[in-house]
T-cell receptor, first 112, second 115 residues
Framework: KQEVTQIPAALSVPEGENLVLNCSFT??????LQWFRQDPGKGLTSLLL?????REQTSGRLNASLDKSSGRSTLYIAASQPGDSATYLC???????????FGTGTRLQVFP | EPEVTQTPSHQVTQMGQEVILRCVPI?????FYWYRQILGQKVEFLVS????????KSEIFDDQFSVERPDGSNFTLKIRSTKLEDSAMYFC?????????????FGPGTRLLVL
């Protein structure tokens, strides 16, 4: 059974820092992995999708990497800003299934 | 930019009542999903829907739940007889295809409280 874990559970950093959020999954047979942002009481905003054949994807200050064989993904946020404060979720789509399996998230706070 | 919309944003109901949660997926998308998130817990998959039928469902999606696409734009989740443990945020999502590479886009959610 696929399990998705995110470390750390919470992170508080000063503005301007570069930071890395980690996601691990137990079964490497995945179609893709998505990173989402969730603001308190709100929906999920898709940030990046990495296909199983890709190693990384970039969007602005965000860079996500995928090492499928070791069951790991990282989300790198460069030059963090207070507006980046949110919970970041990773989700994997296992092979031969429609669903996404989510981790518990990393709650990020960036203070001025 | 196209987005998934959901109504209502909040719903309060009495245990045993029926509720219908509504979603309008992105217009050219063909695959639709419902997920839920109980407060403080992970987002969980409920069901996926394609070509007017359920494609996949989780063990949570029992006989109390049903989904429907009543017209060309709406996608609904019905809970026939709500229980206290159905209290959660319910998210609708859609994707353009199911080619294995497609992003699922999520709506803002409906917060359901069962009293």
């Amino acid at each position: 059974k696929q399990e998705v874990t995110q470390i750390p559970a919470a992170l508080s950093v000063p503005e301007g820092e570069n930071l890395v959020l980690n996601c691990s999954f137990t079964d490497s047979a995945i179609y893709n992995l998505q990173w989402f942002r969730q603001d308190p009481g709100k929906g999920l905003t898709s940030l990046l999708l990495i296909q199983s054949s890709q190693r990384e994807q970039t969007s602005g200050r965000l860079n996500a990497s995928l090492d499928k064989s070791s069951g790991r993904s990282t989300l790198y946020i460069a030059a963090s800003q207070p507006g980046d404060s949110a919970t970041y979720l990773c989700a994997v789509r296992p092979g031969n299934t429609d669903k996404l399996i989510f981790g518990t998230g990393t709650r990020l706070q960036v203070f001025p | 930019e196209p987005e998934v919309t959901q109504t209502p944003s909040h719903q309060v109901t009495q245990m045993g009542q029926e509720v219908i949660l509504r979603c309008v997926p992105i217009s050219n998308h063909l695959y639709f999903y419902w997920y839920r998130q109980i407060l403080g817990q992970k987002v969980e998959f409920l069901v996926s829907f394609y070509n007017n039928e359920i494609s996949e469902k989780s063990e949570i999606f029992d006989d109390q739940f049903s989904v429907e696409r009543p017209d060309g734009s709406n996608f609904t989740l019905k809970i026939r007889s709500t229980k206290l443990e159905d209290s959660a945020m319910y998210f609708c999502a859609s994707s353009e295809t199911l080619a294995g590479q497609e992003t699922q886009y999520f709506g803002p959610g409906t917060r359901l409280l069962v009293l």
